[in-house]
């Protein structure tokens, strides 16, 4: 069975810098889109950033355009969102997942085309 842990969140002040990682288990990482996406309390979940399977294409949510980057090794089993410029509006549980169908370019960027989820890691923005 697939799992997803994800790392690297904190608390962080306006302007500074976070790197996110996940790790997947399992051997078919490679074949699958991977996703950022994120909840904050009393919202709900939303898309943030993905990478399809082969890597080099990428898709963002408007509201992190030009400030994230996500990317991908599947030699590691890994996907890594590097946010720079953070806000406090990008506050948030931040979620890795696992595109559902393998080998796939779309970027759908719902909940449901996603069936394997880590367990989330806290970003906090603030002063």
């Known amino acids: 069975q697939v799992q997803l842990v994800e790392s690297g969140g904190g608390l962080v002040q306006p302007g500074d810098s976070l790197r996110l990682s996940c790790t997947a288990s399992g051997r078919t990482f490679y074949q699958h889109s991977m996703a950022w996406f994120r909840q904050a309390p009393g919202k709900e979940r939303e898309f943030v950033a993905s990478i399809v399977w082969m890597g080099g294409m990428y898709f963002y949510a408007d509201s992190v355009k030009g400030r994230f980057t996500i990317s991908r090794d599947n030699a590691k089993n890994t996907v890594s969102l590097q946010m720079d410029n953070l806000k406090p509006e990008d506050t948030a549980l931040y979620y890795c997942?696992?595109?559902?169908?393998?080998?796939?370019?779309?970027?759908?960027?719902?909940?449901?085309?996603?069936?394997?989820w880590g367990q989330g890691t806290q970003v906090t923005v603030s002063s």
């Open positions: 997942a696992r595109a559902a169908a393998p080998l796939t370019t779309n970027n759908d960027n719902t909940t449901d085309a996603y069936d394997v």
